[in-house]
């Protein structure tokens, strides 16, 4: 197992962890930097301050109260469903691409795509906000049309890793996609 | 070429057999259904087979071998199964076994016609057969090619799915059943897990749905056993607040706080008492005055100290323990540690006469060994840490035989007053313990997992199947595919499946692992030196797959 650092789009530290378990079958995961504690204090008491000055505004003490719930209940809504911790892509050659991210409290999502459906890995470019970026992103296959592409799925999306870490994992993913071109009717 | 054998997990502790299955030949794939366990008579084997072919039009063979041994790889078992091979003609036939005591498995095929001289990959794929039997894998629903290009480019693994899920008369007998085939599959764990609810099953449907209900909010959380952390916390505070409404109603807390410092007081009496008997000539023995009266007298006033230390607090009592109270809220066993802190700090003098004892008894066994060597002209070698001669001078020899006289007379009453505080101790300590032991059974029960046995039906699924039934549009299908079921060329030993855990577990968990915690399990299954060893070790096992 390998791993490497890099700096995502924004600047900020990811690690690559590369994982070969056969020949043809590859795990790459994308570690995103954690929550620091810096800006989880730093957004809860502007939160708190703000609570405060409505209760002096108003003599309220619920307002105080809702702060506090309101402030738990985003932290945990922020933690399960927008804050990612890892995002992984499993490359099986002939099985399949499945792609995992992972959340800050646990929780998985995966997305399995079939070998047949997948028709390359590619880098693209894309214009993001003020920048323009690079991201790595698999092109399925057009059932009806064997040139056309019907889908693309972009990967790492909110790791967003430079164009250094999307090469490594490129090669990678390239290595075991051309053993299926090489090996003869495989399934 | 790679060939995929999709095996179920529920088989991976089933004993020794043949695989019976579908081989998609267009995908180099076989697909495992169950195990027929020996014994079997080949020919009403066939007959079975192409009986269930009949009806479920899938052609159902005998795909190879599994064997699970308990013991060391016996030399019959594997020529038996190899013989089998030429009984079942099938190629590729493939053989899968597991050691008893071993994580790992191997996996191999017995090529007859060996125009593919190449060893090929073999890449194994556990999947949960009851959840993949009630899915439906639909095609994309934006498909509008037609006819020809869907058959071909249709979904590979949906031949997978299709295979399970026609496939259900299979699963109706069983290796419990009376008869000539003994098969195992999912429903053989099944059976078994479920007869609580079919006693029950008339009167408390209901209750066992709401339950399960419930269980499934709250394991739609977490995974099991932070679901059992999960509930015994939840059991935990509702019981604390129960306490916290019946000590407060009636001022009940402040009944027990006003019978604290008589209780207290009463314990100081009793301890006075005792002393004086100490004193005095306890039992009938006959103790040396003067030592007598000393310790007697130095712990009369300690006791003196307590009681007025106990006194002065008395106002104060009845408000920190209504205080105190209310962390009951957190949970009953925080009220029951609070308790046992209370007993603790009530019975401190106690503790402090055990000590006092306990150092006074162990220096005077201490003096009286040291000089018990002297008196045999011995002495203890610190350095060495053993005992050596050692000639003493008169003088020495003198005063020590006299200090030893004197400890050894003075032994009776040092060791009556440690026994009797010791006892003392060992009461308080045994009452702390007993509420320690409270404490753990509540924090460690697991209650989720019990309730979730008791109250589940195979039928009731209590978290959605992997994949939804015909209505919503998925594309790719939610398969969490397992990495390390490779097994590559020669051949390398693939890490199972935790076959070990409850069924519910089994039965919870997505139909194939993450590779996430087949990473966990890897790491913690790198005990095994054969396991990802060099090739050296693997081609060994090449010869002689069975060893």
Redesign the interface.
Known sequence: MEEWWYRSASGARIALRR?Q?????R?LAVRCPRLRLRSLSAATSAAWLAAYGLFVLTENSMVLSAAIIITLVGLIIYLHFVKIDQE?L?V?????I?V?S?YAS?K?S?????M??VKDVVINEAIHMQKVIYYLCILL?D??DPQGVSEVVPLFQSSKPRLDCLIEVYKSCQEILEQRKT????? | MVLKVFFPSCCASAESGILIGRWISEQNSAVILAVIHFPFIPVQVKQYLSEVQRVTKVSVSVLGSWSNSKREKEESLSEFLEDLGTIFSHEPWIQISKEGDSKFWSCSTLQKNSNNPKEEEIILVYYDQRKVMLSHLHPPLDTAASTDHKAEDASKLSAIFDTVAKSKILFMTDRYDDGPIKLTHWQSDGVEASIIVELMKQASVPACMLLTFLLSLVSGVCRSRKANIFVSLLIDVALGLLLISWLYRKNRIGHLADTLIPVADHVAEELQDLLQWLMGAPAGLKMNRALDQVLGRFFLYHIHLWISYIHLMSPFIEMILWYVGLSACLGLTVALCILSDIIALLTFHIYCFYVYGARLYCLKIYGLSSLWRLFRGKKWNVLRQRVDSCSYDLDQLFIGTLLFTILLFLLPTTALYYLVFTLLRLLVVIVQGLIHLLVDLIDSLPLYSVILRLCRSYRLADQPPVIWQCGTDIQAANLQLLPQGFLDIPLQEAVPWRAHLPLETQRREAGLKTAKELERLGQENRLNPNSFGPKASQSQRLLDPFN
């Not at chain 1, 099986?92 to 399949?96: A, E, F, T, Y």
Request: charged residues 10%.
């Open positions: 994982r378990h056969s020949a043809s079958c795990e992984s499993l099986i050659g002939s099985l399949g499945q995992t992972s646990g998985e995966t997305t399995f795509i079939e047949s459906q296959q059932p009806g090996a003869p009717q495989s399934s």
